[in-house]
C-alpha cells in the first residue's frame, strides 16, 4: 500500500524516535550543517498519526536540564516519561539519562543508582518491567 509522503518532519538521521499513545516523537539525529560541539537544547518532534501532520514540541523545562543536541542516542517510554541516554556530539560520546515527562513538557534529571554505564552511541535500549536496558553501541 502506497501512503502520501509528509511534509515538516525533521530531516535527520541517527535521531531516536520512540511512540507515545497516539503520537511519534523524533528526538535530536544529526543534519549536515548544524554545529554539534555547541551545546544547544535538544529539538523534539511530535508525528500526530491522526491528521498525519508533524509539529515542533516546545518545552518548558531550565535550560540546564535539557539535553543538548545529539545523534546516536536512544529514547526509552515509561510512565509517562520518555528516558533519553546516550549519543554524541562534536564533543564526543555521553552516558547522562535524561527524562522528558509527557504531560508536563519539562526534562528532568532523573535520579539513578548503580554503575554508570560508559558513554557511547550507537547502541539499542528497550524497557522490560520497570528496568532500561542499553545494548551494545560504541
Given at each position: 500500500?502506497?501512503?502520501?509522503?509528509?511534509?515538516?518532519?525533521?530531516?535527520?538521521?541517527?535521531?531516536?524516535?520512540?511512540?507515545?499513545?497516539?503520537?511519534?516523537?523524533?528526538?535530536?539525529?544529526?543534519?549536515?550543517?548544524?554545529?554539534?560541539?555547541?551545546?544547544t537544547?535538544?529539538?523534539?518532534?511530535?508525528?500526530?498519526?491522526?491528521?498525519?501532520?508533524?509539529?515542533?514540541?516546545?518545552?518548558?523545562?531550565?535550560?540546564?536540564?535539557?539535553?543538548?543536541?545529539?545523534?546516536?542516542h536512544?529514547?526509552?517510554?515509561?510512565?509517562?516519561?520518555?528516558?533519553?541516554?546516550?549519543?554524541?556530539?562534536?564533543?564526543?560520546?555521553?552516558?547522562?539519562?535524561?527524562?522528558?515527562?509527557?504531560?508536563?513538557?519539562?526534562?528532568?534529571?532523573?535520579?539513578?543508582?548503580?554503575?554508570?554505564?560508559?558513554?557511547?552511541?550507537?547502541?539499542?535500549?528497550?524497557?522490560?518491567?520497570?528496568?532500561?536496558?542499553?545494548?551494545?553501541?560504541?
Open positions: 500500500m502506497w501512503t502520501v509522503r509528509l511534509e515538516g518532519g525533521p530531516r535527520r538521521v541517527n535521531l531516536a524516535v520512540v511512540a507515545v499513545d497516539d503520537k511519534i516523537c523524533s528526538l535530536g539525529g544529526h543534519c549536515t550543517g548544524e554545529d554539534y560541539a555547541n551545546r537544547p535538544i529539538d523534539v518532534h511530535t508525528l500526530d498519526t491522526v491528521p498525519l501532520r508533524w509539529t515542533p514540541l516546545q518545552t518548558e523545562s531550565n535550560r540546564d536540564v535539557v539535553p543538548f543536541k545529539r545523534y546516536g536512544t529514547v526509552v517510554f515509561y510512565a509517562d516519561c520518555v528516558y533519553l541516554w546516550g549519543g554524541r556530539d562534536d564533543n564526543g560520546p555521553c552516558n547522562t539519562l535524561y527524562c522528558f515527562d509527557t504531560n508536563a513538557k519539562v526534562w528532568t534529571p532523573p535520579k539513578v543508582c548503580g554503575q554508570v554505564p560508559w558513554p557511547r552511541d550507537g547502541h539499542s535500549a528497550c524497557v522490560i518491567g520497570k528496568r532500561m536496558f542499553v545494548f551494545g553501541g560504541l
